[in-house]
């Protein structure tokens, strides 16, 4: 595969906070594509690919992971500062991740009852989206995000029109795909209904129910969903968990899933 580069590209950089790595690997995993879009934009700083220049200014900035800490919160800034856009990455970086569990707890109480000097632990209250601290100009949504919504968005923005938000549901993709209703077929209590697409119906694909890793679509009815999981034997506070578990800082996950679990249907 040849490419030619171009002169006086756009410079980017992945940031990483907190999170697991997955989605900047979604850039490591694309292989041959990885030399296309290095053709398209100069990466001055990406950790992970061994680039270090965090305080570059660029034109587009990826940010994977929550905010977790004062520090989190002025680096995030400082990032915003020198961007001109700025893209919020994964699950973690749009919702919290997994990690903003704690925001349904007290969080300082589980710190003091693991930690011997839980005063040397410098932790927020909370663990919270990029969007809740600074201006995002996109978010991609997905635990993890995958390539093609990064080759997109790249694209997009470097011919200067608004990115394409993916707001179907999961369901549809099956539809337009041919699978199988994994819920109606095999009476697996799958998040589709209320899950937004972008992962290409990957685990209905394989006969597997969908856990909502991209986040609540457009218009959730998480009641009515709730109702369709009780009526396959679920109990509420399972129902709940179901909620509360990737995206479980997205406003209509966290809603729904607390009804469940503390019974307030």
Not at 113 to 123: F, I, N, Q
Not at 151 to 167: D, Y
Not at 172 to 182: I, L, N, Y
Request: hydrophobic residues 45%.
């Amino acid at each position: 595969m040849s490419t030619v580069v171009a002169k006086d590209r756009p410079r980017a950089a992945v940031h990483k906070f907190a999170s697991c790595d997955g989605c900047q690997l979604a850039f490591l995993n694309l292989g041959e594509d990885l030399l296309l879009l290095s053709s398209l934009v100069e990466f001055v700083h990406f950790a992970e690919a061994g680039l270090v220049n965090p305080e570059a200014p660029v034109d587009i900035a990826f940010v994977e992971g929550s905010i977790g800490t004062i520090r989190d919160v002025e680096r995030i800034q400082r990032v915003r500062a020198r961007s001109r856009y700025l893209v919020a990455i994964g699950a973690c970086a749009t919702a919290g991740g997994l990690q903003a569990l704690r925001n349904l707890a007290d969080g300082q109480a589980w710190i003091a009852d693991v930690y011997a000097s839980p005063g040397y632990v410098e932790s927020l209250e909370t663990s919270t989206a990029v969007a809740q601290h600074v201006k995002v100009d996109l978010e991609l949504w997905g635990c993890p995000v995958n390539s093609r919504q990064l080759i997109a968005a790249v694209r997009a923005l470097l011919f200067g029109v608004v990115p394409l938000e993916e707001h179907d549901k999961v369901c549809m993709e099956c539809k337009r795909a041919q699978v199988v209703c994994v819920m109606v077929a095999q009476g697996l209590p799958c998040m589709g209904p209320v899950t937004r697409t972008g992962c290409g119906a990957l685990c209905p694909s394989f006969g597997r129910d969908c856990y909502a890793c991209y986040g609540p679509a457009e218009n959730p009815n998480t009641e009515a969903l709730g109702r369709r999981l009780e009526g396959l034997g679920i109990a509420p506070a399972a129902i709940g968990r179901r909620f509360l578990a990737i995206n479980n800082g997205a406003p209509p996950f966290t809603e729904a899933g607390l009804r469940r679990v503390h019974g307030h249907d």
